[in-house]
């Protein structure tokens, strides 16, 4: 089945450093990406929809020069985190559907996710 | 705004018994999916609803979609250990659109 990965799994940063997060589809092209964040034990909260080629669009209350997302390639979208602080400490997951699947594809496959610890 | 509630939040059972989780949309949906999320782990699709009162089956678990494609329910029958993790609702309000997760439920399962 399609197979999204996501790098790296977990990070630990110290207060003000910027953290790249790496989103791929590893055997299809997608045009669009989701970035989401849990925290623990609860839901997972959409931030934002990478496009490929164009600028993300994020969720409300999503700082977009916070969180930066670029999708640069058809297989490949980045989130940016930036000037991390303790707050941001979060699991963040990437997906994508497949778009071989046809119009009626519409599950999402997830990555593994990213553990981001801001010290 | 668009929002997807889900209930309850955590459910313990001994094994053997059924457990049921249910969603709510204040809106029509276009289609509802289902997921499961083990601990530590991402969230894995189980399945997709799109049609007004479809029900589908997966061994165990049966799912529903109301009449109204505003509500949905996820049974699973004879709960197993290996059942335990966190299930999702994930609401679409548009073909192929982003996906409103609901707050999920933790299925705890004793042996």
């Known amino acids: 089945g399609a197979v999204v990965s996501q790098h790296p799994s977990r990070v630990i940063c110290k207060s003000g450093t910027s953290v790249k997060i790496e989103c791929r589809s590893l055997d299809f092209q997608a045009t669009t990406m989701f970035w989401y964040r849990q925290f623990p034990k609860q839901s997972l909260m959409l931030m934002a929809t990478?496009?490929?080629?164009?600028?993300?669009?994020?969720e409300q209350g999503v700082e977009k020069d916070k969180f930066l997302i670029n999708h640069a390639s058809l297989t490949l979208s980045t989130l940016t985190v930036t000037s991390a602080h303790p707050e941001d400490s979060s699991f963040y997951i990437c997906s994508a559907r497949d778009p071989n699947r046809g119009p009626r594809g519409g599950e999402l496959f997830f990555g593994e996710g990213s553990r981001l610890t801001v010290l | 705004g668009q929002q997807v509630m889900q209930i309850p939040q955590y459910q313990h059972v001994q094994e053997g018994e059924d457990f049921t989780t249910y969603c709510n949309s204040s809106t029509t949906l276009s289609n509802i999916q289902w997921y499961k999320q083990r601990p530590g782990g991402h969230p894995v699709f189980l399945i997709q609803?799109?049609?007004?009162?479809e029900v589908k089956k997966q061994k165990r678990l049966t799912f529903q979609f109301g009449e109204a494609k505003k509500n949905s329910s996820l049974h699973i029958t004879a709960t197993q250990t290996t059942d335990v993790g966190t299930y999702f609702c994930a609401g679409s309000y548009n073909q192929g659109g982003k996906l409103i997760f609901g707050q999920g439920t933790e299925l705890s399962v004793k042996p």
């Open positions: 990478s496009n490929e080629g164009s600028k993300a669009t994020y």
């Open positions: 609803l799109v049609k007004s009162g």
